[in-house]
Structure formats: C-alpha cells, structure tokens
C-alpha cells in the first residue's frame, strides 16, 4: 500500500512520455527516483514505500541518507553509509544508537558532529564509545537547518492511513508528567474550575519508576508493527489507533481503588493530504514556506469518569505517548510521523460520583502554515456534548482533557523531531451539578476550545527537553518558541439561570 501518490499532472507526463517515446520502463523510473522530498520543484510527488516491500529495519529505524546533487548538508554532518543495514540496535529512549564499525563513515563519528545514519539516527553526538568494534553513540537533538544547508521540501500527496506503522519509544524522556496547574478538585464550582491546562506548562515530575511498555525488549527499541498498541502510563493506559476513515486516541484508568476514566479522542479524515513547499538556502528556511495537512472534516470525543471515594480518588496526568504512527519515506532523506499528547483531571466530588459526556464537531479547512502563516479550520456542532453530559454526584463534578495531533516529515530521534509540522490541540471540559441542587435545578456545563500550530524545525515541549537535559548534561539545545493560534473557544452553561451561572 502506498503512503504517498503521484500528482495527476505527473500521471499525465508520464504517459505522455509513454506514447511519444515507448519507454515507459524508464519514464516511471525516472519519476519515482527523482521526485524525492528535497530539491524538487513545487508540485512534483512522491512515490512512498510499500510495506511489504520495505524491510524491518527500515520500518523501525528509517531510510539511509541520500546522496542527491540537490541536497547539500552542513560541514559537519557525518553521514555512514549502509542505512539501517548498518543499525545494530537503539535504545529505549531512542537516543543511543549501536552502529556496525566497519560501515563507510562510522570512523569519523566523534562528539560535537552530526550523525546521520538513518532518518532516526540522526543526531548532535553527545558520546562515543567502542563496543567490540562497532560504535555507540548517543545523540542529542539536533535542528532541522543544522542537517541540511541547500534543500527544497515539497510535497502534494495523500496519506494511506493503511500504510503506517506503530513504533514504541519505551523510555521516551519526559513520557509522564503532572500538570502543574491542574484544577483543584475540591474547589470545584463550575465549568471553567474543570478545564485542563494544556497551555505549555513546565509541569512536575511524577514520583514512579521509569515508564516501560510490555513489548520492550531489554531496554531497547522494539521493532515497529502494524497493530496497536497500549502503553502503560503507571495507572493509566494510552492507546494510539488509525483505520477506517479516523486517527484516534483511547486513554483509560482503572486503578484498583477508586477513580475510573475513559476517553475516546477521534479524527474524522478523508483522504488525508499533505502540502509542502519548504526551501532551504544557506541553513535558512525560505520566507513564505508552507506544510499543510487537509482532509480532517470532523472531531470527537467520549468522556466516562467514576470515582467510589470522591475527591480521595481524583487523579490528573500529562503525557506524551510513547508511540508513534510512521513509514520511512523512500527515496528522501525523512520519516512521515504522527505523535500525540494528551492531559487529564478530574474533580470529582462525593463518593460513588460519576460523569458521561460525548459530542461531535464538524472540521473546513486546512491545520498548519501557508505561505509563512497559521491557517485554522472552521467548526461546527455535529452532536452537542451539553446534550449528552449525565452521571450522579453528591457535589459539583467535572473532567477536563487535552488531546494534541501532530504530524510532521522529518528526521532525528524520537524525542526531538526535526522538521516541517502542523498541530491541532483539542481541550475538552464538562461539569455536572449536584444532585441535591436537583430540586431546584441541576446544572450542566461544557467547555471547548480549539488551537492550531504550523512551524519548521523541532517541536519539543518544555518537559521533554528537560528530561533530555538531564540525561544528556553536556547538551546545548534551546527551546523553540512556538505559539498556537486559537480558532474556538466555546462555554456555556445550562440552564442559562443565576443559580447556575455563579
């Protein structure tokens, strides 16, 4: 299955070339290794990879470098040859790569240079060491201009939802976290008192053990599949899903005493379309560039909160999961992924309190930048979630949650990806009244507000780099500064009454 497909004015070159010249042998050829994602003119596409035809590695730790006489890379770049071939194993943070010693290259790699053996191992080497002939180094983020001098992004396909694959990061640095500035629950009065903040907090460091994943193997990264899969978060469960017209994210709890959440985050997409067009020149990114992606026409989410021991049990959490949908682009230098995150909170009040709520909105319009600008979609109420807000509760309850979708075509390790990228961010907040105020009135009330991100270079949160800084001390990496464009903000409150509204 194919993740990218030709433009029609491509299509229609070739069969002109066909009919004129009877080589279609080489005609197609010629198009499939020359519409590569840099250097390219506006407009031209790519071929992607078929999976069946694609090897393990590849799968789980990208394309080799390319060598292109349009593509030229910063002096210090050390490039080894052999692609994933040469990829003995990655750790479970995705930032120590074990590398065949006898690969083209491998002999240069030293601190302060820029490895780049794949699309993932690619990185500004931290350490380097010699195991039994091979190298390990591990890698710290690098920027998307400081891999690549001369280029030209540009890209105008389709997506194969089908196509994409899972990959683990079992110890992805800066996995969990508690929102610094979640809700307190026992102070909960009304709709605005149960919204998340997902609003680029630092945040606080849970107090567990490291983050692991069932499927990792001794620390390592495991390779990528094609079924889903769950990550244990401590307490909670995370699971990332695609198929059937929708990405989508599930996050579930279900301790042994007490709180019960479930959350059900879908994107309704049909024939989800990337443009690009992102030139290079001299290690900057050309004014005016553009990443787009198209085609998501609708949002929804499913909220189910209980909790048998009311605000003894309230729980809140942020992470950001440690799984990633992705495919190698063949043929490029770069990797299609898509990587979420999301935040929790509760405020449930009384014991054996319960909250249900569930809407859907209609999406118009493109997420990311155009033309050196945000463009924002338009939305609409499919199903109201004011509607659907029920449950039994002793005191006011709530629930917020945050739901982040990204997608971005780049290269680097799993923590810190570089490249062109468009986000949208979803927050969703819903309140139920007391039942003891039922006889005069009960009172319901949602939130939702709605933010868009476009940008070219390395989209890390606050807490992720952190973690990085932590475990590589000699690292010299700044945050980027990134700024997300709201397009709704709706609350309301029912019924609209005084009682209500204090």
Known sequence: MRIFRLLPAVARRAAALRAEKRVAAVAVALVLTTTAACGGAPGRGHDGPRPAGTSQKALTYGTGPVRDPSITYQPDVVIVEG??????????????????????????????????????ALGRVQEVRRVRGDVVATLGPVGFTEVFRDAHLTLDQDVDDGALRYLEIPDLPGAVTV???????????????????????????????PVRLAAAAQGTLPPARSSSVTADLGEWKVQPYRGQ????????????????????FSLKAEKLHLRADVPISGGRVGAGATFAVEGIKGVAVSIAAGAANGVLDNGKIRAEVP????????????????????????ALGGDNTTVTAAGEWALDGAIGMVKGSVVTPKLSVVTSIMDSISGISVGVSGIATAVEFKVQVGVGVPAAFAGPYAKLVMDFGVTNGSAF??????????????????????????????????????????????????FVHRQQTLPDVPLCRS
């Not at 026992?186 to 919204?195: E, L």
């Not at 994210?249 to 042994?256: E, F, R, T």
């Not at 063949?330 to 992924?337: N, Q, R, Y």
């Not at 807490?463 to 000699?474: F, G, N, Q, Y």
């Open 323 to 346: 799984v990633r949908m992705t495919l190698p682009i063949g043929g490029t230098p770069f990797a299609f992924d898509v990587s979420w995150k999301f935040s929790v909170s509760t």
């Open 437 to 486: 105020g039922a006889p005069l009135t009960r009172c319901v009330g949602a939130t939702l507000d709605g933010r868009v991100g476009g940008g070219v270079g390395v989209s890390v949160s606050a807490v992720a780099l952190a973690a990085l800084k932590k475990l590589l001390p000699a690292m010299n990496f700044a945050l980027e500064q990134e700024s997300l464009t709201p």
């Open 179 to 209: 929102p610094a500035d979640a809700p307190a629950t026992a102070r909960a009065t009304g709709p605005a008192s149960a919204r998340v903040a997902h609003r680029g907090s630092v945040g606080t460091a849970l107090a567990r053990g």
């Open 83 to 120: 692609g994933p071939g040469a990829i003995r194993e990655a750790s479970g943070d995705g930032l120590t790569w074990t590398i065949d010693g006898n690969a083209r290259g491998a002999k240069d790699v030293r601190p302060g240079k820029v490895l780049y053996a794949t699309s993932r």
């Open 245 to 264: 017209g929708a990405f989508g994210l599930k996050v579930d709890h279900k301790a042994a005493a007490g709180l019960k959440v479930f959350v059900d």
